[in-house]
């Protein structure tokens, strides 16, 4: 099971978003560990500092966040050797074009809109879940 | 015997003796004198020889006394003659004495003239008695008496044909003269004479004597008419003869003196001719004005043909009226009644209707003189009218009244001065007109904001307008006195220091070129500083030969300024746009989360309370929810509606069936609802984003209020002129009352409660926001209970100044 579990990182500042993805785990059974950040700094210190397990890493990232936001965290992310090549799945309210291309360029494996109700996040969660199971990560 | 008073001389001879007193008594007797012997104081007769007896009618004479035979001898002096022999007693002798007797004593006095010797006969000392001896003489004296009265008749007849000579060759003109040879012949004849024309008069009896001119040419005749049983005489004859010889005289006479007048006439009115046309010349060069020229040349009519007075009027084409110009003579007045004259009326108007001159020698009489009144009391008697005719037009009239005839060269004359005047009035015209483009001209260059300047094929300026002066800080006589290419003064230096070099000058290449230039530079001002131009350099060409460049400039440092501005306003403009972006961004994001965390909230709510929540609690979390899906679709429409002008796509091809399809399939309309789509929806080069929303919006809405049985929604087009399209969206739904087509255009605005229609009262405001910033329109036809039908139109094409 650990051969194939997920290092997940959320960074999001929403406490009811936060519960919203743990909720979404329980019901989707995603026993997956869930390490939580509230923004950019404190998201690029636990992956240093090695809180997150080092493999099979996959960061949930919001973009407006305070401090450091989601677009600055991934060109942190991307300009740090060691982290460059951490998979990066944002999660946002954003629809808005730059934010997505801004997203793309520096490399997100996907771009989620946060589902307004519930139920879709539920939808979304297992649908992830099934997709990063499948993917290869380094 | 006594001897006679005169010429007595003593007898030489002594008594005679009885016997020759016999012979000699014998001898006076029959001697062919008239001889008797008186005696005593009483001269009674002592003897009478017959042929003394005869002159008395063979009376018995010797006894009685002759003075008491005839007394009125006394009277007569004869008896003074006789006494004065008695008493002196020497002889007289008589010569041609005249006496007046009735010799024969028949009652009749008789006129004789003798010659007679009275000689005494004495006796001793003593006179007793007087021996008479005469001849009678009359015959002789009458004879005499009839031959000097003949020659004084003929001289006085001599001199009464001179004086007519001289009274007709005085006479005059032709006329005169054969008037007066008329007159002459009459007094000198006594009869009635005339003149006849023509060679060959019928004499009918009377007289004729014919005229000749010296050539021999007839030239009629003088006619002595018959008197009646009297044939005329042959001095008549001669008389009327010598009176028509000298009328043919006193003819050819008058004819040359009258031939010298006009000859001399004539010279007189060449010489004044002449310097009319040199008055007229010198009006038309000299003057610049149309009026004082044309007086100068009324006034030069007046004076060089003799006129009483002349005026000039010129034709003004537009009016169709003649305008008196000028006046010269005995009015010089231009107003009043003949200063405006309508072409064709009155003579003048005729005259400048027709084009043909109106002469007349007999102006009291023209019908064509309008005030023949006027023409008799001022003693008019021609009248000339010229029209002034320019190159088939004519321009204007000259007119003149005289007190004499005009002659023919004098009309001639007036026809060259109308000629010479048309042309100075045509010169004057051109000139006139010239002069105005001059100045409209000038005024043009003078009042124009836009900087003109004219340059030589060498680049120098010819000209500058004031605003060329005013915007380059130059005048012209300071760049003229320069010499140089107007470059080197204005366009010397580029605004980094460096020197722009006329060969690299658009302005200056437009010349050589041949191509008009056009665009904005920087001049430099003669203290240095630069300033913005814009300008158009327009070759001249001469017959292909370069000449010249027209500048036209402008100083645009105004408009630079405000251009700068605008950009100004630009840029803030889309900081504005895209702070409101930003703004929209963060409100939908910041609006949005918590309020999907307050569903989320109300969800968990529900599942962790589970049965202990009861229904009333359930169906409100449920509202609640529903009011924060309302809450987020606002959200969204505002996002929407803030992006729906502002944000411009690229554009590409767009197949509007396919979009329309898609469209619909993404709305997913419910089972039993037809949405018919029309064939042949085009193809166009438009923002694929917001043509797709335009539909979404009016689909949704259409579907949303389609009937809920059997719904139909229909989607047209047709296209429209000017590159536009027009679709259109229609429902079967309840329809939309008039008074709410523009209301429900507005944002916010809804016709039904919300939670009957779920609608934010954004989607249509966004249709006509997005319709109207790409150039189209937006409206809506319904009736309530018949449907509603949403048209927009379209650009097929998305322009420059849009996209």
């Given at each position: 099971l650990s051969e194939r579990s997920i290092n997940i990182l959320l960074v999001e500042d929403d406490q009811v978003d936060v519960m919203n993805v743990r909720r979404a785990f329980e019901k989707n059974k995603i026993a997956n560990p869930l390490l939580v950040a509230e923004d950019g700094v404190e998201a690029l210190e636990l992956l240093r500092s090695g809180k997150v397990g080092r493999e099979r890493r996959l960061v949930l990232l919001d973009l407006n966040l305070p401090r450091m936001n989601g677009i600055e965290f991934l060109q942190a992310l991307r300009a740090d050797p060691e982290l460059r090549s951490t998979s990066v799945v944002v999660l946002t309210t954003s629809n808005s074009e730059r934010d997505k291309v801004a997203a793309y360029d520096l490399n997100v494996a996907g771009y989620l809109l946060k589902p307004v109700t519930f139920g879709n996040f539920v939808d979304l969660m297992a649908s992830l879940n099934k997709y990063w199971t499948l993917v290869e990560m380094p | 015997m006594p001897s006679a008073a005169q010429s007595a001389h003593p007898s030489p001879v002594p008594p005679p003796v009885e016997a020759n007193l016999t012979a000699l008594y014998g001898a006076m007797m029959q001697a062919p004198l008239l001889l008797c012997v008186l005696h005593g104081p009483q001269h009674v007769f002592t003897f009478a020889n017959p042929r003394y007896q005869e002159l008395f009618g063979g009376r018995e004479l010797v006894g009685r006394s002759l003075l008491e035979m005839f007394p009125e001898l006394e009277a007569a002096g004869i008896r003074a003659m006789l006494d004065g022999v008695l008493r002196s007693g020497e002889s007289f002798v008589g010569t041609e004495v005249q006496v007046d007797l009735d010799f024969a004593g028949r009652g009749q006095v008789e006129r004789r003239y003798y010659d007679f010797v009275y000689h005494p006969m004495k006796q001793g000392e003593e006179t007793t008695g007087i021996l008479v001896i005469a001849t009678e003489t009359t015959e002789a004296v009458l004879a005499r008496r009839t031959a000097a009265e003949q020659q004084a008749r003929r001289t006085a007849q001599l001199q009464r044909l001179a004086e007519a000579a001289v009274a007709i060759n005085s006479a005059g003109d032709e006329e005169a003269v054969v008037r007066e040879a008329v007159v002459q012949a009459q007094a000198l004849l006594g009869g009635t004479v005339s003149h006849r024309e023509g060679a060959a008069p019928d004499t009918q009896g009377g007289l004729v004597a014919p005229l000749r001119s010296a050539d021999g040419r007839a030239l009629g005749a003088l006619h002595l008419q018959a008197r009646s049983g009297e044939a005329p005489s042959a001095e008549e004859q001669s008389i009327l003869v010598q009176l028509a010889q000298q009328a043919s005289v006193a003819l050819q006479n008058a004819r040359l003196l009258r031939e010298a007048q006009e000859r001399e006439a004539q010279q007189a009115r060449r010489t004044h001719h002449a310097l009319l046309a040199a008055d007229v010349g010198a009006a038309l060069t000299r003057t610049t004005d149309l009026r004082e020229m044309l007086q100068h040349c009324a006034q030069a009519l007046v004076a060089r043909l003799d006129a009483s007075?002349?005026?000039?009027?010129?034709?003004?084409?537009?009016?169709?009226?003649?305008?008196?110009?000028?006046?010269?003579?005995?009015?010089?007045?231009?107003?009043?009644?003949?200063?405006?004259?309508?072409?064709?009326?009155?003579?003048?108007?005729?005259?400048?209707?027709?084009?043909?001159?109106?002469?007349?020698?007999?102006?009291?009489?023209?019908?064509?003189?309008?005030?023949?009144?006027?023409?008799?009391?001022?003693?008019?008697?021609?009248?000339?009218?010229?029209?002034?005719?320019?190159?088939?037009?004519?321009?204007?009239?000259?007119?003149?009244?005289?007190?004499?005839?005009?002659?023919?060269?004098?009309?001639?004359?007036?026809?060259?001065?109308?000629?010479?005047?048309?042309?100075?009035?045509?010169?004057?015209?051109?000139?006139?007109?010239?002069?105005?483009?001059?100045?409209?001209?000038?005024?043009?260059?003078?009042?124009?904001?836009?900087?003109?300047?004219?340059?030589?094929?060498?680049?120098?300026?010819?000209?500058?307008?004031?605003?060329?002066?005013?915007?380059?800080?130059?005048?012209?006589?300071?760049?003229?006195?320069?010499?140089?290419?107007?470059?080197?003064?204005?366009?010397?230096?580029?605004?980094?220091?460096?020197?722009?070099?006329?060969?690299?000058?658009?302005?200056?290449?437009?010349?050589?070129?041949?191509?008009?230039?056009?665009?904005?530079?920087?001049?430099v001002r003669p203290d240095g500083s630069f300033y913005p131009v814009s300008f158009s350099a327009s070759p001249i060409l001469n017959a292909g030969v370069p000449v010249g460049t027209v500048i036209e400039f402008r100083d645009i440092t105004v408009q630079k300024r405000a251009e700068a501005e605008r950009e100004r306003l630009i840029r803030a403009l889309e900081r504005t746009n895209a702070e409101l972006d930003q703004f929209a961004y963060v409100a939908s994001h910041d609006l949005k989360a918590p309020l999907r965390g307050i569903a989320s909230l109300a969800q968990w709510v529900e599942e962790d309370a589970g049965p202990r929540l009861g229904d009333q609690g359930r169906e409100q979390l449920g509202l609640l929810r529903g009011r924060v899906h309302r809450m987020e679709a606002l959200i969204d429409g505002i996002l929407d509606y803030s992006r729906a002008g502002r944000v411009r796509h690229k554009s590409e091809t767009v197949d509007v069936g396919a979009l329309v399809g898609e469209a619909v399939d993404l709305l997913a309309p419910g089972p039993g609802t037809r949405v018919n789509i029309a064939a042949g929806l085009p193809v166009l080069e438009a923002e694929r984003v917001p043509l797709q929303q335009v539909f979404m919006n009016l689909l949704s809405n259409a579907l949303k209020h389609a009937a809920r049985e059997g719904a139909v929604v229909g989607v047209g087009h047709r296209p429209v002129g000017g590159g536009m399209h027009h679709f259109s969206v229609r429902d079967n739904g309840p329809g939309i009352a008039p008074e709410y087509h523009e209301k429900i255009w507005n944002i916010f605005q809804t016709l039904k409660p919300r939670d009957r229609v779920e609608g934010t009262g954004i989607g249509l405001s966004v249709v006509k926001k997005i319709v109207e910033s790409r150039g189209g329109r937006a409206w809506v036809e319904s009736r309530p209970g018949e449907g509603a039908t949403f048209h927009f139109t379209w650009p097929h094409r998305v322009t420059e100044e849009l996209s």
């Amino acid at each position: 099971l650990s051969e194939r579990s997920i290092n997940i990182l959320l960074v999001e500042d929403d406490q009811v978003d936060v519960m919203n993805v743990r909720r979404a785990f329980e019901k989707n059974k995603i026993a997956n560990p869930l390490l939580v950040a509230e923004d950019g700094v404190e998201a690029l210190e636990l992956l240093r500092s090695g809180k997150v397990g080092r493999e099979r890493r996959l960061v949930l990232l919001d973009l407006n966040l305070p401090r450091m936001n989601g677009i600055e965290f991934l060109q942190a992310l991307r300009a740090d050797p060691e982290l460059r090549s951490t998979s990066v799945v944002v999660l946002t309210t954003s629809n808005s074009e730059r934010d997505k291309v801004a997203a793309y360029d520096l490399n997100v494996a996907g771009y989620l809109l946060k589902p307004v109700t519930f139920g879709n996040f539920v939808d979304l969660m297992a649908s992830l879940n099934k997709y990063w199971t499948l993917v290869e990560m380094p | 015997m006594p001897s006679a008073a005169q010429s007595a001389h003593p007898s030489p001879v002594p008594p005679p003796v009885e016997a020759n007193l016999t012979a000699l008594y014998g001898a006076m007797m029959q001697a062919p004198l008239l001889l008797c012997v008186l005696h005593g104081p009483q001269h009674v007769f002592t003897f009478a020889n017959p042929r003394y007896q005869e002159l008395f009618g063979g009376r018995e004479l010797v006894g009685r006394s002759l003075l008491e035979m005839f007394p009125e001898l006394e009277a007569a002096g004869i008896r003074a003659m006789l006494d004065g022999v008695l008493r002196s007693g020497e002889s007289f002798v008589g010569t041609e004495v005249q006496v007046d007797l009735d010799f024969a004593g028949r009652g009749q006095v008789e006129r004789r003239y003798y010659d007679f010797v009275y000689h005494p006969m004495k006796q001793g000392e003593e006179t007793t008695g007087i021996l008479v001896i005469a001849t009678e003489t009359t015959e002789a004296v009458l004879a005499r008496r009839t031959a000097a009265e003949q020659q004084a008749r003929r001289t006085a007849q001599l001199q009464r044909l001179a004086e007519a000579a001289v009274a007709i060759n005085s006479a005059g003109d032709e006329e005169a003269v054969v008037r007066e040879a008329v007159v002459q012949a009459q007094a000198l004849l006594g009869g009635t004479v005339s003149h006849r024309e023509g060679a060959a008069p019928d004499t009918q009896g009377g007289l004729v004597a014919p005229l000749r001119s010296a050539d021999g040419r007839a030239l009629g005749a003088l006619h002595l008419q018959a008197r009646s049983g009297e044939a005329p005489s042959a001095e008549e004859q001669s008389i009327l003869v010598q009176l028509a010889q000298q009328a043919s005289v006193a003819l050819q006479n008058a004819r040359l003196l009258r031939e010298a007048q006009e000859r001399e006439a004539q010279q007189a009115r060449r010489t004044h001719h002449a310097l009319l046309a040199a008055d007229v010349g010198a009006a038309l060069t000299r003057t610049t004005d149309l009026r004082e020229m044309l007086q100068h040349c009324a006034q030069a009519l007046v004076a060089r043909l003799d006129a009483s007075f002349a005026r000039v009027w010129t034709v003004n084409h537009a009016e169709a009226v003649l305008e008196l110009q000028a006046s010269a003579g005995l009015y010089t007045h231009i107003d009043g009644g003949h200063a405006r004259v309508p072409v064709g009326s009155f003579k003048i108007g005729r005259i400048a209707a027709s084009g043909k001159p109106h002469l007349t020698n007999d102006v009291q009489h023209d019908p064509q003189v309008g005030d023949r009144e006027w023409a008799k009391r001022e003693g008019m008697v021609s009248f000339a009218g010229y029209p002034l005719t320019l190159d088939g037009q004519v321009i204007g009239v000259m007119a003149l009244f005289a007190k004499k005839p005009l002659p023919d060269d004098a009309l001639q004359a007036l026809g060259a001065v109308a000629d010479a005047v048309a042309l100075g009035v045509g010169r004057k015209r051109n000139d006139e007109a010239l002069r105005r483009s001059e100045q409209t001209l000038k005024t043009l260059s003078d009042n124009a904001t836009l900087g003109l300047l004219l340059m030589d094929a060498r680049q120098h300026c010819t000209f500058m307008n004031p605003a060329a002066e005013e915007i380059l800080g130059l005048t012209f006589e300071d760049v003229a006195s320069r010499d140089q290419p107007l470059h080197d003064l204005i366009h010397h230096t580029r605004p980094d220091g460096t020197p722009y070099p006329m060969a690299e000058c658009p302005i200056d290449r437009a010349l050589p070129a041949r191509n008009q230039e056009q665009g904005e530079d920087l001049f430099v001002r003669p203290d240095g500083s630069f300033y913005p131009v814009s300008f158009s350099a327009s070759p001249i060409l001469n017959a292909g030969v370069p000449v010249g460049t027209v500048i036209e400039f402008r100083d645009i440092t105004v408009q630079k300024r405000a251009e700068a501005e605008r950009e100004r306003l630009i840029r803030a403009l889309e900081r504005t746009n895209a702070e409101l972006d930003q703004f929209a961004y963060v409100a939908s994001h910041d609006l949005k989360a918590p309020l999907r965390g307050i569903a989320s909230l109300a969800q968990w709510v529900e599942e962790d309370a589970g049965p202990r929540l009861g229904d009333q609690g359930r169906e409100q979390l449920g509202l609640l929810r529903g009011r924060v899906h309302r809450m987020e679709a606002l959200i969204d429409g505002i996002l929407d509606y803030s992006r729906a002008g502002r944000v411009r796509h690229k554009s590409e091809t767009v197949d509007v069936g396919a979009l329309v399809g898609e469209a619909v399939d993404l709305l997913a309309p419910g089972p039993g609802t037809r949405v018919n789509i029309a064939a042949g929806l085009p193809v166009l080069e438009a923002e694929r984003v917001p043509l797709q929303q335009v539909f979404m919006n009016l689909l949704s809405n259409a579907l949303k209020h389609a009937a809920r049985e059997g719904a139909v929604v229909g989607v047209g087009h047709r296209p429209v002129g000017g590159g536009m399209h027009h679709f259109s969206v229609r429902d079967n739904g309840p329809g939309i009352a008039p008074e709410y087509h523009e209301k429900i255009w507005n944002i916010f605005q809804t016709l039904k409660p919300r939670d009957r229609v779920e609608g934010t009262g954004i989607g249509l405001s966004v249709v006509k926001k997005i319709v109207e910033s790409r150039g189209g329109r937006a409206w809506v036809e319904s009736r309530p209970g018949e449907g509603a039908t949403f048209h927009f139109t379209w650009p097929h094409r998305v322009t420059e100044e849009l996209s």
